[in-house]
């Protein structure tokens, strides 16, 4: 249980594999707008990753991780917004020089919360800051009251559903339902072009890459411990003295900000941000992506989350008007025959034969948990 | 704003309002009781609420059919069948869907929410399929429309009558299986200890498909209620769930007087709010303040005292 | 076969041709036959775009699935159809219109994907698509970027032209203005109650409605309320209409709220023929859902209505009933998305070329006589000259056209005065 190296060896080779295949294999095999998809996919995986922590770890299921989501998107969006609407761009408004939508909602100044979003070292602290916050409050009222299990997962849903009707209100700060669209230029720099298209996928897979290290790290430190223990039985870790409600809150702002950045990695890749992001549908599709993978296997976030949305898009192109029974059925299964997922297939049949291959027994099977009795 | 009035108009006018606060109050039990069944007896979030509801609606619009086709002369009263059907066929699903599908899962109760949730995609689509993507006009006879005068300027509104009548004998009928009967007493024993309960004999297999299908069959029955005020479409029934979720949650899970007292609540706060502000804001202000009372008091305003 | 000729301005050659063509039973010869003279494909398509000697690829990109799957059906229906038809004249520059249909699923970001993938992958020709103000918003760039060509069939709130669009639905002062003059003039309309759906198409045509009641009719604005997109309870507001008294509520409610606030409206005992209501959201597709007993009385100001009386229209609902059973209804939108395909394939006959900006360039002035509304033609601002018209609402949930503007009213999305 000591040891001190952060990853073991079987896992080292997963994040290698994992490395190559979206550093390597997939833009070499796929041309720029699938590449481009496969970025936009992988700012999924930023949430599947959280969720696996906060989720599969923690026992703490939330279905509101489209409000980091769309928090951080947001604030990313905003800013670039921001640049997009120079004087020169915008002359034609009654206004020039703010957003078009708040032109067209007669507002005639910019709102003061809009104004830390014209630098962009600012915009980069707020994109973590605000969604870790915003997670803290939730958290810190939740946890320290002890509420928990189902009954969370609600009351994050109900957050979702009336951030949403919040922006949605306010189209004349926010952009309302039409979101904020038509993103231009970071700094500068063309952010629509095809070859910046590839230097934000590669941004975008060496952040993911970066999380899934500190999601390896939560894991292997002691905190990650806890988490185990307190999901396993709550109680006995209250009254060995722990905080629970610390570590829990700590969790869930943790899966916040990885949230967060997936948002702020979509807003650039895509171009824009919409409201139906922060919703009650995408957050439950991305808990989906995490039961795909495997709750408890970090790796498996990503490939739940590339395998969940391959199936969607080539889904919805062969069969447009079929396609939400494949995802309805893929929701059944997964729970009713896989509950843990991918990762938890790989481990009951492949990771033994290569054993024997190998002729070695794989040091730690991800989480540890045996079939059938996943997470509460 | 009430300058401009004369005080009889002003008197007529809150008698009114407060009427159509006690109409939402009504629809707001109504989408909740089925779903705060299920939620406070068997801990299951059953995500696809909605649809079964908008099945209701279906099979409303489906018995009006039948009857302008084939019983022209019966049509005034087919809601009364209506109503009947559609908690057979919701109860009837739902009773399916806990043999096929929940009973499997209640030892993970988070994962009755991503099942139902791929249930509710899954019969959206059915229904569209089957149905049409458009939404469905059900007729409703003569005298459900309209409204009646009780004064000269104070009317009330017929089917608003209707909603509250039903909800409260539904609520009744609800109160009294669960308080009064044998059954009602298992169900209880059930969810306060299923072990001890299946050990004095209790079929908890059997208690649990019959919450659950009373549970789908309420939530039919308040479909089909809602084709006066609402519509039937292939998606109507995300229409509700937010408000619906809304309702048990600020409740407290595990209660239904939280439910009915929740219901009160919401309902009037909005519906005054609306009357004093514009539309958007009073709902934006009615949510901020649930949420706002939610972090104060997270468990909800009632709770079920359970030693764990 | 024998109709086929009745669609779309042909050519007197060509007319004949058909004409002679129509006995011949095999319809798969007739392109070959008939258009052996078809332009060299590297002639007319310099971009790269999908079309071979013998077919021409457009996408349609609406929403089959999610919410807005209850309007957008229309529009994908009304679309099939025209390009079935142009296919049965001949086809365009020689070349049948193949589609791709993509699903936008009611999702924006969806919307944006998907259009992507069709200009992207399928290079295709044009793309007929789009439904709310929210997925052309999301549309829009990609299309500009990647250079498309968009043609959009919803009414709208305005404030944009592009390049790459055609809107073959109204701009807000198109389908506002001459219905409030109406109302003012021939029902006395003073003091309006607006209503509508939180979001900017109905928040734009209420500025420009409030505007125009305030500045040119002398009337005033007694309560303007906009309700959460889905909302279902409307007691409290139809209280609050009954307390003000207003002539005329003005209406722009749009989804599954219209059905719950038209219900809960007659329920209130607000009898329609006597309380004026005038309504820009509410086509007989939304009929279909309200109930025409529900509504019957309310007035609608729309350019096209099902039941119009022109030879067009007959055949146009006739043809569209044919293909798609007799129970279906034919709103507004639906009828601008039968424009799109037309006016496209008149587009490039013009401008002899698939290239998008040799079209949209040729746009301008393209006329099409044969419309179901009757003749409709592009601005040189992308959008179409149309009539407005006021349709009151039957009990069996038509229209009865009771006012129709004399002119053609011009597209002006940026209109001075009503910002």
């Known amino acids: ?376 | 704003m009430f300058s401009d009035y004369s005080l009889a108009e002003l008197g007529s006018i809150f008698v009114m309002q407060g009427f159509a606060g006690l109409i939402l109050f009504s629809v707001f039990v109504l989408m909740a009781l089925g779903l705060a069944i299920i939620f406070g007896q068997m801990g299951v979030i059953n995500m696809a609420h909605g649809e079964f509801m908008i099945l209701g609606a279906y099979v409303t619009y489906f018995t009006s059919q039948f009857f302008l086709n084939y019983l022209p002369s019966l049509f005034g009263g087919y809601f009364f069948v209506a109503m009947g059907l559609a908690f057979l066929a919701s109860g009837a699903l739902g009773m399916f869907i806990e043999w096929a599908m929940i009973r499997h899962l209640y030892k993970r109760p988070l994962d009755t929410l991503l099942a139902t949730w791929g249930l509710s995609l899954i019969l959206q689509q059915l229904y569209r399929s089957f149905f049409g993507p458009r939404e469905v006009g059900v007729e409703l006879p003569e005298w459900m429309m309209g409204s009646i005068a009780l004064t000269d300027s104070v009317e009330v509104q017929i089917n608003g009558l209707f909603v509250m009548g039903l909800t409260t004998v539904i609520t009744i009928v609800v109160a009294l299986l669960m308080y009064r009967s044998r059954w009602g007493k298992q169900v209880r024993a059930v969810v306060q200890n299923r072990i001890m309960a299946g050990a004095v004999g209790i079929n908890t297999e059997k208690v649990d498909r019959y919450t659950f299908a009373l549970g789908c069959g309420i939530a039919g029955v308040a479909g089909s209620a809602f084709t006066m005020i609402g519509s039937t479409g292939p998606t109507s029934g995300q229409l509700y769930i937010v408000d619906t979720f809304l309702v048990v949650v600020f409740g407290g899970a595990a209660s239904l007087l939280g439910t009915i007292a929740s219901a009160f609540t919401i309902s009037q706060a909005q519906s005054t709010m609306e009357f004093f502000l514009s539309g958007s804001m009073a709902k934006v202000l009615t949510l901020l303040g649930v949420v706002g009372i939610l972090m104060l008091r997270p468990q909800g305003l009632f709770t079920l005292k359970v030693r764990r | 076969m024998s109709d086929d000729n009745k669609f779309g301005p042909e050519s007197q050659l060509r007319r004949k041709l058909l004409m002679g063509m129509a006995a011949i039973p095999a319809a798969a010869l007739m392109p070959k036959v008939a258009f052996a003279q078809a332009p060299a494909t590297s002639a007319i398509n310099t971009t790269g775009l999908a079309v071979t000697d013998t077919e021409v690829t457009v996408g349609i990109l609406h929403s089959v699935t999610g919410t807005m799957a209850i309007s957008e059906t229309g529009s994908v229906q009304a679309e099939k159809l025209a390009i079935e038809q142009i296919n049965a004249a001949g086809g365009v520059l020689g070349r049948k219109i193949k589609f791709i249909q993509e699903d936008g699923a009611s999702d924006w970001p969806t919307f944006a994907e998907k259009a992507k993938k069709l200009l992207v992958q399928d290079k295709v020709a044009a793309i007929m698509g789009c439904w709310t103000s929210a997925s052309r918003k999301a549309v829009l760039p990609v299309i500009e970027q990647y250079n498309g060509m968009l043609y959009y069939p919803t009414f709208y709130e305005g404030l944009e032209q592009s390049k790459n669009v055609i809107y073959t639905g109204q701009e807000a002062t198109q389908q506002i203005l001459a219905g409030l003059d109406w109302v003012n003039k021939t029902k006395g309309g003073k003091s309006f109650y607006l209503i509508g759906s939180d979001y900017i198409w109905p928040r734009t045509s209420m500025k420009i409605a409030r505007k125009h009641i305030e500045a040119h009719l002398g009337g005033s604005v007694a309560g303007e309320e906009y309700f959460p997109l889905g909302h279902t309870q409307f007691n409290s507001v139809i209280n609050k209409i009954k307390l003000k008294k207003p002539d005329v509520i003005y209406c722009a409610v749009v989804g599954g709220s219209n059905v719950a606030f038209y219900k809960q409206l007659k329920a209130a005992g607000i009898d329609l023929s006597k309380q004026t209501l005038l309504t820009i959201s509410v086509t007989e597709d939304e009929i279909d859902g309200i109930g025409g007993e529900n509504i019957t009385g309310a007035y609608a100001c729309m350019k096209y209505f099902q039941s119009l009386d022109n030879p067009n229209n007959k055949e146009f609902v006739t043809e569209f009933k044919k293909m798609w059973g007799e129970k279906t209804v034919i709103g507004d939108v639906t009828q601008a998305a039968y424009l799109g395909p037309w006016l496209w394939k008149m587009t490039v006959e013009k401008a002899g070329s698939f290239d998008v900006d040799k079209i949209a360039e040729a746009s301008t002035d393209i006329e099409f006589t044969k419309a179901p509304e009757g003749y409709v033609k592009i601005h040189k601002n992308h959008h179409l000259w149309s009539k407005a018209r006021v349709g009151q609402v039957q009990p069996d949930g038509q229209f009865k056209v009771v006012y129709e503007t004399a002119d053609l009213i011009e597209p002006n999305p940026f209109p001075a005065g009503y910002q």
């Open chain 1, 1 to 376: 249980m000591k040891s001190t190296a952060f990853l073991s060896r079987s896992e080292w080779i997963g994040v290698a594999i994992v490395a190559a295949l979206i550093l390597v294999v997939l833009p070499l095999s796929v041309d720029g707008f699938r590449l481009n998809l496969v970025g936009k996919y992988l700012t999924y995986a930023f949430v599947a990753l959280g969720l696996v922590m906060c989720w599969g770890y923690g026992g703490i299921l939330s279905l509101g991780q489209g409000i980091f989501f769309g928090l951080g998107g947001y604030c990313m969006a905003m800013f670039l917004k921001l640049e997009a609407s120079s004087v020169e761009n915008t002359k034609i408004q009654s206004t020039p020089g703010i957003p078009d939508f708040m032109d067209w909602n007669q507002i005639t100044a910019l709102p003061w919360f809009w104004e830390p979003f014209r630098s962009l070292p600012m915009t980069i602290i707020l994109v973590i800051a605000v969604p870790v916050f915003f997670a803290f409050i939730i958290g810190f009222a939740m946890f320290t009251r002890r509420v928990g299990g189902t009954y969370f997962a609600i009351i994050t849903q109900a957050i979702a559903a009336i951030l949403t009707i919040l922006i949605v209100g306010q189209q004349g700060y926010t952009g309302g339902i039409n979101g904020i669209t038509d993103l231009r230029t970071l700094n500068g720099w063309d952010i629509r072009t095809d070859d910046a298209k590839y230097i934000l996928y590669f941004v975008n897979a060496g952040l993911l890459l970066g999380c899934v290290l500190i999601a390896y790290f939560v894991k292997h430190s002691k905190l990650g411990r806890i988490l185990v223990a307190m999901r396993e039985k709550e109680d006995r870790v209250r009254f060995s003295g722990y905080s629970v409600a610390g570590f829990k809150i700590f969790v869930f702002c943790l899966a916040a900000g990885f949230s967060a950045i997936g948002g702020a990695m979509f807003a650039l890749q895509v171009g824009f941000m919409s409201p139906s992001f922060v919703g009650i549908v995408p957050s439950i599709e991305m808990v989906i992506y995490t039961a795909v993978g495997g709750r408890l296997s970090i790796l498996g976030a990503i490939y739940g989350t590339l395998l969940v949305n391959w199936a969607k898009t080539s889904f919805s192109e062969s069969f447009p008007e079929l396609w939400l029974l494949g995802l309805g059925g893929l929701f059944i299964a997964v729970v009713l025959a896989f509950p843990n997922g991918l990762a938890g297939l790989y481990q009951s049949y492949v990771e033994p034969r290569l054993g024997k291959l190998t002729g070695k027994k794989s040091d730690e099977t991800n989480g540890a948990l045996p079939q059938g009795s996943p997470a509460e």
